[in-house]
């Protein structure tokens, strides 16, 4: 599965982007979709994860109330919504994949990762 990330840039603090994330390839299904973001010389961190099947939703404490994940089961789609954003946000922003696929005639489970997205929010 190859997934592209989209809707980077460059913000004002207190305005908002939103992340659009595309997945395609063989056939697969989604299990958990989620974004993480790793800003210059620190470690990538968990923003917010969505499980497809049910839609239930996960945030970091650091943007919960701010961010929001959500999916389109038809386009194999996860958006991330980022409100009220901060310098602090500035960051890469990539979109991760766990889903259910088959390997050599056999069920898997993989995990994916996107090319990542720039985020910049000014002061």
């Known amino acids: 599965v190859q997934l592209v990330e989209s809707g980077g840039g460059l913000v004002q603090a207190g305005g908002s982007l939103r992340l659009s994330c595309v997945a395609s390839?063989?056939?697969?299904?989604?299990?958990?979709a989620g974004w993480f973001r790793q800003a210059p010389g620190k470690e990538r961190n968990f923003l917010a994860a969505?499980?497809?099947?049910?839609?239930?939703?996960y945030y970091a404490d650091s943007v919960k109330g701010r961010f929001t994940i959500s999916r389109d089961n038809a386009k194999d789609t996860v958006y991330l919504q980022m409100n009220s954003m901060r310098p602090e946000d500035t960051a890469v922003y990539y979109c991760?994949?766990?889903?259910?696929?088959?390997?050599?005639?056999?069920?898997?489970?993989?995990?994916?990762w996107g090319q990542g997205t720039q985020v910049t929010v000014s002061s």
């Open positions: 969505i499980r497809w099947s049910t839609g239930l939703t």
């Open positions: 991760n994949a766990h889903y259910y696929t088959v390997v050599d005639g056999a069920p898997a489970i993989l995990d994916s």
């Open positions: 390839g063989r056939t697969f299904s989604y299990d958990v």
